[in-house]
């Protein structure tokens, strides 16, 4: 259900609920004024846009959303994505991605998508995560230092070695006001935890530069020629067929990175509240969010852990909050833009130093890298460094394609064939079995994965016996590639004049057997038929000894 229908029917928005919710969306607003700016810039786009991102999928978001305390809006998450989509198609290629991506999130949760997040492992998503802070914490340098690298490139590496040059020609005044920054970002909260560090360093800085007039300090006016006031006209970004097919890969990449940044938020939002949210309606809120964004001047959003977790503790319970905040950005920038334009752009980028250094989750990455299985290392690393120094894209596919490859063969790697053998025979079977049947156990999904295993294995039973039973009580699935191999198995008994069935198969891989034709090419009705009635067909001889022989 849309989050804001249920808290309304729950109550949340009673008097008695209004005062604290007011209060966290007014925190949560200051919190997110300089993110949203820092944001905005590190993406390729003017800090207002960032502020119009905030108001519209903020606004949006606690709409139509199904978590009562996410709060939406421009994230570190993004920057990378963005700001490669902006430096090559322009910032109205940007809306239009974001605008697409916004369409895909809205379908992935009308077809109920959203629980296919949960499938991407944490060690994915931690390496990739931890990528990003890195190219945002290195992507701030100039900023923060004032540097004027002479040369840079379109790989990680390349900047790197342009900044690294650059850095002894670091700007004393710039670096100055930006360590003076960070020091209030981090120290701050230690003392004052209520206070929103952010502001207070954004607004020391802005201060300490507008006194002492320092010289080359780059400051949103010198930079951007300041904020305009108010919100933007409507703009529906141009989109011609040539343009969206050019886009269709950014808008995906859009779309998942905010799905799984979205869902994520709102299972610590889950966590925090114990309550519990709907991911598909979530998907379908933060479509909505995506699709208005753009037309009214923004970009890309998702939901912000970092904020949410402000609003929880600031005593927020129902999408008010969420809405409140959103109206306090619309507020200061139609009353207040004029006086942003003597930000200086180094307080940004040190509210961005530590806004990596949350996101890498290094504690995290580090107890991974001590304690996680050595395939779950292997993934991480190649995560992290293929975001670093490749890209997003491919480090996510990659990442994803490898969990699966390795979970297929764990999964491969459970399946066995074992021989049932004369003890066992005693307690399966009341009656004797003819001596000369043999009788295999299949234990774990026959799946393609499995099937090289499996049929190798089938390959080295005996050619000895008469007749042969697979009982498939333990196989909860197969697919057409396992039972191709089964197939071929029975082939190569029958051509040897061994009799073949198979028995116990619950209703949905009797019924594929069926219809794969296996049951009609060994003369057999039912697969799910008990070990009793597999020997009754193969008419058995009375008196004869019991005879298995175990794999």
């Not at 994230?75 to 322009?90: H, S």
Request: hydrophobic share 55%; proline share 5%; glycine share 10%.
């Amino acid at each position: 259900m849309i989050a804001v229908l249920e808290s309304w029917r729950a109550g949340l928005f009673h008097r008695r609920h209004f005062t604290r919710n007011l209060g966290a969306g007014l925190v949560v607003g200051v919190v997110a004024l300089p993110l949203a700016m820092a944001f905005a810039i590190a993406s390729g786009a003017r800090p207002e846009q960032g502020i119009y991102t905030g108001i519209v999928a903020g606004l949006l978001a606690a709409l139509f959303g199904s978590s009562h305390v996410s709060i939406s809006g421009p994230t570190g998450a993004f920057i990378v994505i963005l700001a490669g989509i902006t430096a090559e198609y322009g910032f109205e290629g940007l809306q239009l991605a974001t605008l697409m991506a916004g369409l895909i999130l809205l379908a992935m949760g009308l077809v109920k998508l959203g629980g296919i997040i949960r499938f991407i492992p944490t060690p994915v998503i931690t390496g990739f995560t931890a990528g990003i802070a890195v190219i945002i914490w290195v992507g701030q340098w100039k900023d923060f230092f004032g540097l004027q690298p002479a040369a840079s490139g379109a790989h990680f590496h390349e900047k790197l070695g342009a900044l690294l040059a650059a850095l002894p020609e670091l700007h004393l005044p710039t670096t100055l006001l930006a360590v003076g920054a960070l020091a209030i970002v981090v120290l701050l909260p230690r003392f004052l935890r209520r206070i929103p560090s952010p502001l207070v360093a954004m607004l020391a800085v802005t201060a300490a530069q507008a006194y002492w007039q320092f010289d080359g300090v780059a400051t949103i006016g010198s930079a951007f020629g300041g904020i305009p006031s108010g919100l933007p006209a409507i703009h529906l970004p141009q989109a011609s067929f040539a343009r969206v097919l050019e886009l269709i890969g950014p808008a995906f990449t859009i779309a998942m990175l905010g799905a799984i940044e979205s869902l994520l938020c709102a299972v610590v939002a889950d966590g925090m509240t114990g309550s519990r949210h709907n991911p598909n309606q979530e998907l379908v809120g933060q479509g909505i969010a995506n699709i208005a964004a753009p037309i009214f001047g923004g970009f890309a959003a998702t939901g912000a852990i970092a904020r949410t977790a402000t609003n929880i503790r600031n005593g927020g319970d129902s999408p008010l909050a969420g809405i409140v905040h959103a109206l306090f950005l619309l507020a200061v920038i139609v009353s207040l833009a004029p006086l942003a334009a003597h930000i200086p752009l180094a307080a940004l980028a040190a509210i961005l130093f530590v806004v990596a250094w949350n996101m890498s989750e290094a504690r995290h990455f580090s107890d991974l890298l001590r304690h996680a299985p050595i395939n779950d290392k292997a993934l991480l690393l190649i995560t992290f460094l293929l975001t670093v120094f490749a890209d997003l894209v491919i480090a996510v596919n990659v990442g994803v394609l490898l969990a699966a490859l390795l979970f297929m063969k764990r999964m491969s790697e459970t399946v066995r064939i074992e021989g049932e053998t004369p003890d066992s025979l005693a307690a399966l079977c009341p009656v004797a079995v003819p001596s000369g049947v043999q009788i295999y156990t299949i234990d774990g999904p026959l799946f393609f994965g499995a099937a090289a295993t499996f049929e190798r294995t089938l390959a080295g039973l005996h050619d000895q016996a008469e007749a042969v039973i697979f009982r498939l009580g333990r196989v909860p699935f197969a697919d057409a590639t396992a039972m191709h191999a089964l197939d071929d198995v029975v082939r190569h008994f029958r051509q040897r004049h061994i009799e073949v069935r198979v028995c116990e198969a619950n209703p949905r891989v009797a019924h594929k057997l069926r219809e794969f034709g296996l049951l009609a090419r060994i003369g057999q009705q039912d697969a799910s038929i008990s070990v009793l009635d597999a020997l009754a067909e193969l008419a058995p001889q009375p008196g004869t000894q019991v005879q298995a022989e175990a794999s």
